[in-house]
């Protein structure tokens, strides 16, 4: 679009070298996005399915699990019982993390305790990018597409928190309503060399983040129309080089790239990553960003996110998820027969229309290229931060609590006694 | 209040009950002082004040822009000043002709009140109010009436305008020693007389005074402090500063001389742009975004942000153009520069290309926009909430900028056709509506520059097609064949009623009074040299303040006496059973 910004307009990618303005460009902003999650039933949000025969993974009989663990009836009683100081709001239940061998911590230990087990995702549709080319591996897709990698969702599909139509479940929901209220924005440039926009042989499509955040409609909608300015990150930055058919760009090479991620843990660290998205006739912008993910990353996540909050809202055995993970990790980056440190993914994308401007703003980005060399220096790796807590490997440090849990702490019979005293 | 907090934590109950006590003798105060406001307004024109010789001639209720601007000037900008304000009346077009026929209501009064305690509060509760206060008391548990004296004076001529009278200074001394004596804290005291000052009518209405003329025997001229008011309220929004005071304390304000250079330096001043900015609020009738509604299935951009912007855009575009740039009034209905925000440009769809709130923006040649009709503010105000109204907008431009009002529509008209906007163009439905011979004498008036803004919807966005059928633009005038929204700009910036209604509405809003027949000349004139400075409003603020119609005196008519009505106490007939 033609434009005159009276304000004196300066080109920022005349600050990097070797960039050549694209003939077209389209600009979006991410306005929902969550793990590409088939949902195999007709209707609720945990209801049995194709996906999933059983429904979502059963809510888990954590007095069996403490007494197999090693606890008392009567110890496992007491730690679970909410009036139990060993109970509280912070923190859940701390002594839930010390189940594992010679009372470990099963959440910085998970294999000190045998795989509890996760019910997996046992249906053929899901939805992704064929990732390694091979239609023999993999899902099929909801419109046939053979090849479907997506082992992430076979992992983790049946978990209550993944599980849900499109837009429904309750992760999604947690996080996408954090991304809409201004906790991060992700912005894509479509960029292409040839005269139709529909059809171009030669696209290159920018994922970058931006400083400036969403704004709902009236509606409640995220507004379309807005401008982002792009803004230079050492890690979130992801660039393909794609093509057009039909107004559905597809990735023509493999490329390495790292999202924000709508989850606890924010990094989305995606190998050979792909891209699958279409333009729609309404200007929206939707499909999916696939790639191999490191999956030790995602156990890593959980369990900062508080493991035994987790796992008792969520019913899951953490150390369920952990093996699951490693046992569907599907990739490995050093060679087929490397340890598999990461697992196929897909991430669903909805973007509407946007103004995508250079970080200084003073013009649309005019062509897709790295702000890398532009951005200050990496921040560490992060989790997502809940406030005002303190987590140490997955419980809450919380120094005034009445009881401090370890695998040595009293549990029970001390408790008694003074009871019985008084 | 700071002082209620204090005398608590001090001596517990009893000093807040005499506190309260002492509260409530400042509303007797405050209330005798209304009723002797409430005596002004049904006063013969003759009524004279104690010295016998002045006149009041008018009362015109200060608006929330001049409350505010004076509550900044006063007693400095860090005052919050948080109130739900009176609603304001138009008339003619103007809320500076609504002030001159509005009363106080009992509720209005209660959050007037309300604010004069927190303002007072916030201005003796600073860490200099030493030097606020100008003096420091013997004792500051005490009351003082020299150090009282000179603070209630000071501020007291502030916001009354004019030098407080003796009587006037003595009630609020008496509050001040009674208040500081019961709560046992001089500022206290001071606060009461503060805040009575605030709720008092003679700060709540311009009371505009007039004189026997030295010069014109038998005749009136406002006074001193009148002629000041009008000034600097028509120039600043806001109440006289000190200098301006002394000029008409010294009598010196009525030489030519002296009002030329006070206008001078009155325009000169940063708070020339409050002034224009308040002068265009009311004359674009931009109140009305306080009441802006849009439907947000079919407008889903529109929402609060979008409302207070295009009414910030509205005022930008004026004054940056004819007070920044001092530049030709009629570029206001062609000019492609303007100012945008990020909620604006998404509306506009266009890139907000700036890190700060607001942005310079140029449309391109080839965009339809141009001019402050383009503006989505005017666009969005002057439609319906589910869709575009050309007669909306039509009525407006004839009223807001040529001074041409539109009578109300008969009341049995049938707007079904018009209305059932899922259907045609609304050119067609239009077109349909005008065969009624009640509505069409206006329509045909109206219409035609509504017509030629269609491009824009309801809520100002660019759109050629309506219900699937492209729109026409084009428009015929008795004259003249206009298309589009560039059309209507030229045809306003070329229109001889489009700067001689500024001239009629800046006069009206500085004097508060309704033009007649016989200042057809004076208007006239005024309309030759406005186009003879390049249409350059300073230059018309000027002029229109310098002339000696502006402080004219027009004494008030008689009032009429209250009709006689049956009486009601008679007992009713008793009802048939």
Redesign the interface.
């Known amino acids: 679009m033609k434009h005159h910004i009276a304000a004196g307009l300066a080109i920022a990618a005349a600050a990097l070298p070797g960039v050549a303005s694209a003939d077209w460009t389209r600009g979006y902003v991410v306005e929902w996005n969550e793990p590409a999650m088939y949902y195999g039933a007709k209707d609720g949000v945990i209801d049995p399915g194709t996906d999933c025969p059983g429904g979502t993974n059963p809510e888990v009989d954590w007095i069996k699990v403490m007494t197999t663990a090693g606890y008392t009836e009567e110890e496992a009683k007491w730690l679970r019982n909410p009036a139990n100081p060993t109970r509280s709001p912070v923190h859940g239940q701390n002594q839930m993390a010390f189940r594992g061998k010679d009372r470990a911590n099963v959440y910085v230990n998970p294999t000190s305790t045998p795989d509890p087990g996760l019910t997996a995702v046992t249906g053929t549709i899901g939805e992704g990018i064929d990732l390694d080319g091979s239609k023999k591996t993999g899902f099929t897709s909801p419109a046939g597409e053979k090849g479907i990698d997506n082992n992430f969702y076979k992992t983790v599909g049946c978990w209550k928190t993944y599980r849900g139509p499109r837009r429904l479940s309750s992760g999604a929901l947690q996080f996408n309503d954090s991304m809409r209220n201004g906790g991060w924005t992700t912005v894509i440039v479509v960029a292409g060399k040839g005269n139709d926009p529909m059809n171009d042989k030669e696209v290159t499509v920018g994922f970058f983040v931006s400083d400036d955040k969403m704004v709902k409609d009236g509606n409640g909608s995220i507004a379309r129309d807005y401008t982002f300015n792009v803004k230079p990150h050492a890690r979130y930055e992801a660039v393909f080089p794609a093509k057009v058919e039909n107004g559905v760009i597809t990735s023509t090479k493999a490329v390495d790239g790292v999202l924000r991620e709508p989850a606890y843990w924010r990094d989305l660290e995606l190998l050979r990553a792909q891209i699958k998205l279409e333009m729609k006739q309404d200007g929206s912008l939707i499909g999916y960003v696939g790639g191999y993910r490191p999956w030790e990353d995602v156990y890593r996540g959980w369990v900062g996110a508080r493991g035994p909050v987790i796992e008792s809202l969520t019913w899951v055995q953490l150390p369920g998820v952990y093996y699951a993970l490693r046992r569907n990790a599907d990739f490995s980056p050093t060679g087929p027969k490397g340890e598999k440190t990461h697992i196929s993914y897909a991430l669903r994308v909805d973007a509407i229309p946007a103004f995508v401007m250079t970080p200084d703003a003073t013009a649309q980005v005019a062509s897709v290229q790295s702000y890398k060399s532009l951005a200050a220096a990496e921040p560490g790796r992060s989790m997502a931060a809940i406030p005002s807590i303190r987590v140490v490997d997955g419980i809450v440090i919380d120094p005034k609590s009445k009881y401090q849990a370890g695998p040595t702490a009293d549990v029970f019979a001390s408790r008694v006694a003074a009871a019985a005293s008084n | 209040m700071r002082t209620g907090r204090r005398a608590i934590a001090v001596t517990g109950g009893r000093a807040l009950l005499t506190k309260i006590a002492a509260r409530g003798r400042m509303i007797a105060v405050v209330c005798a002082g209304l009723v002797g406001a409430a005596g002004l307004n049904a006063a013969p024109a003759a009524e004279k004040n104690s010295a016998g010789a002045a006149t009041k001639v008018a009362l015109r209720r200060i608006t929330e822009s001049q409350y505010r601007h004076t509550i900044a000037d006063v007693f400095g900008p860090g005052i919050k000043v948080e109130a739900r304000f009176e609603p304001e009346r138009r008339e003619d077009g103007l809320l500076a002709l609504g002030s001159a026929v509005l009363s106080l209501t009992s509720s209005g009064f209660e959050q007037y009140f309300a604010l004069a305690g927190s303002i007072a509060d916030q201005a003796l509760s600073r860490k200099d109010r030493e030097s606020f206060v100008g003096c420091a008391p013997h004792d500051p548990s005490k009351a003082d009436d020299a150090c009282a004296r000179g603070f209630i004076a000071k501020y007291g001529e502030s916001l009354f305008r004019r030098p407080l009278t003796e009587s006037e200074l003595q009630s609020r001394l008496k509050a001040a020693a009674l208040g500081a004596n019961q709560s046992g804290d001089f500022y206290g005291g001071l606060e009461l007389a503060l805040a009575s000052l605030l709720v008092a009518p003679d700060f709540l209405f311009r009371v505009e005074m007039a004189e026997p003329d030295p010069a014109n025997a038998g005749q009136y001229r406002l006074d001193a402090y009148t002629k000041a008011s009008r000034l600097s309220f028509l120039i600043w929004d806001s109440t006289p500063d000190a200098e301006l005071l002394a000029a008409a304390r010294s009598g010196a304000l009525h030489s030519q001389e002296e009002l030329d250079s006070q206008i001078r330096r009155l325009i000169a001043s940063p708070k020339f742009e409050a002034g224009a900015r308040a002068f265009f609020a009311d004359m674009l009738q931009l109140d009305g975004f306080g009441n802006l509604v849009?439907d947000?299935?079919i407008?889903?951009?529109?929402?609060q942000?979008i409302a207070e912007e295009s009414r910030e855009q509205m005022l930008l575009r004026a004054v940056n153009l004819l007070v920044h740039r001092k530049g030709d009034y009629r570029d206001l209905f062609t000019s492609k520069?303007t100012f945008i925000s990020?909620?604006l440009?998404?509306?506009y769809?266009?890139?907000?290309?700036?890190?700060q709130s607001w942005?310079?923006?140029?449309?391109?040649e080839d965009s339809e926009r141009s001019g402050i009709l383009t503006d989505i503010g005017f666009l969005a105000l002057n439609a319906h909430p589910g869709s575009s109204s050309p007669t909306r907008r039509g009525i407006k431009v004839l009223e807001v900028f040529m001074c041409q009002a539109t009578p109300q529509p008969p009341a049995n008209v049938d707007f079904s056709k018009v209305q059932d906007s899922k259907q045609g163009t609304v050119r067609g439905r239009l077109l349909d509506h005008m065969e009624n011979e009640g509505c069409s004498g206006c329509h045909r008036r109206t219409d035609p520059l509504g017509l030629a803004l269609e491009h824009f919807d309801g809520l100002g966005q660019l759109r050629t097609i309506e219900n699937g059928m492209p729109i026409d633009v084009t428009a015929d005038l008795k004259e003249v064949k206009l298309e589009g929204a560039q059309g209507v700009g030229e045809y306003l910036r070329n229109e001889p009623r489009v700067p001689a209604c500024l001239v009629r509405n800046v006069y009206q809003y500085g004097v508060g009074q309704k033009t007649v027949g016989r200042d057809r000349p004076y208007l006239a004139a005024q309309t030759e040299a406005f186009a003879a400075s390049g249409y350059r409003f300073p230059d018309l603020v000027a002029s229109v303040a310098s002339s000696a119609e502006f402080f004219k005196v027009v004494t008030p008519k008689k009032a009429s006496p209250a009709p006689i009505v049956a009486s009601t106490a008679s007992p009713s007939p008793p009802i048939a059973e």
């Open positions: 849009k947000p299935t407008y889903p951009k529109f929402n942000s520069d990020r909620p440009a998404s509306v769809n266009v890139p907000f290309a700036s890190k942005a310079t923006y140029t449309f391109p």
